[in-house]
């Protein structure tokens, strides 16, 4: 049986939790922010965790982290 590959794209945006939750960063940050007001920015700085729905996909293309 060959090694499982991660998936690098996915490694690069996700990072494990001591508990073992994902944590990913919220998208719609990198441009046309003029529009958006200061409360919503700051909200979309702090980290998200990734949906119980995802979990079963995410370990499959991370399954070393």
Known sequence: MPK???SKAAAKRFKLTG???LKR???YKSHILTKKSAKRK?????P???DSTNIQ???RIL???
């Open 19 to 21: 508990t073992g939750k």
């Open 4 to 6: 499982m590959k991660t």
């Open 63 to 65: 399954p070393y982290l």
């Open 48 to 50: 998200a965790m990734t």
């Open 57 to 59: 996909t995410m370990k």
């Open 42 to 46: 700051r909200n979309l700085r702090k």
């Open 25 to 27: 960063s919220k998208a």
